[in-house]
T-cell receptor
Framework: EAQVTQNPRYLITVTGKKLTVTCSQN?????MSWYRQDPGLGLRQIYY???????DKGDVPEGYKVSRKEKRNFPLILESPSPNQTSLYFC?????????????FGPGTRLTVT | DAKTTQPNSMESNEEEPVHLPCNHS???????IHWYRQLPSQGPEYVIH???SNVNNRMASLAIAEDRKSSTLILHRATLRDAAVYYC?????????FGKGTKLSVKP
């Protein structure tokens, strides 16, 4: 089944403790991205990747890192999480970069930073 | 960036058609119009997209005005499973700019 998977689905952590949220897709998509969803603010793009080893900042990249060493994986790294990074995170993928393609979203990771 | 305007909420009866409007008066000639929906406790789900012509797929139809300043997502027979927030989006280089969307309620 074609899908985007994220792990973990739920995470409660403390301020400053490094964490990684994994994202994997099995559709051989080149384009992947991360969004966060907050009440009243909608979904906002954090980082995106057009292909392996090609990543760039989205609208809200502060406090986050990403890497794209393999086509299928696009982990989101929070090196020193803070309470304002408490949010619902979604990973998405698309066959290619560009606005003519549909994007597939993962099920989400709910992160709480205390 | 081109913006979209949608009603905050709409109601429909089950098995009746639903027309969800979207205004995008500042759309440029190369902007695609995408629709996504988000069911409760799930990630966004692609519905349909188009550029100029009307589009149909297994989920819905997209009617685009001739001047492209507005579009309408048509669900031909609403089911309870269609209750969700529907987003009309003009992507920017792959970045989906999600607004507040339209919350669709479906009554049995």
């Amino acid at each position: 089944e074609a899908q985007v998977t994220q792990n973990p689905r739920y995470l409660i952590t403390v301020t400053g403790k490094k964490l990684t949220v994994t994202c994997s897709q099995n559709m051989n998509h080149e384009y992947m991205s991360w969004y966060r969803q907050d009440p009243g603010l909608g979904l906002r793009q954090i980082y995106y990747s057009m292909n392996v080893e090609v990543t760039d900042k989205g609208d809200v990249p502060e406090g986050y890192k990403v890497s794209r060493k393999e086509k299928r994986n696009f982990p989101l790294i929070l090196e020193s999480p803070s309470p304002n990074q408490t949010s619902l995170y979604f990973c998405a993928s698309s066959p290619l970069a560009g606005d003519t393609y549909e994007q597939y979203f993962g099920p989400g990771t709910r992160l709480t930073v205390t | 960036d081109a913006k979209t305007t949608q009603p905050n909420s709409m109601e429909s009866n089950e098995e009746e058609p639903v027309h969800l409007p979207c205004n995008h008066s500042t759309i440029s000639g190369t902007d695609y119009i995408h629709w996504y929906r988000q069911l409760p406790s799930q990630g966004p789900e692609y519905v349909i997209h188009g550029l100029t012509s009307n589009v149909n797929n297994r989920m819905a139809s997209l009617a685009i005005a001739e001047d492209r300043k507005s579009s309408t997502l048509i669900l031909h027979r609403a089911t309870l499973r269609d209750a969700a927030v529907y987003y009309c989006i003009l992507p920017r280089l792959g970045n989906l700019i999600f607004g507040k969307g339209t919350k669709l309620s479906v009554k049995p």
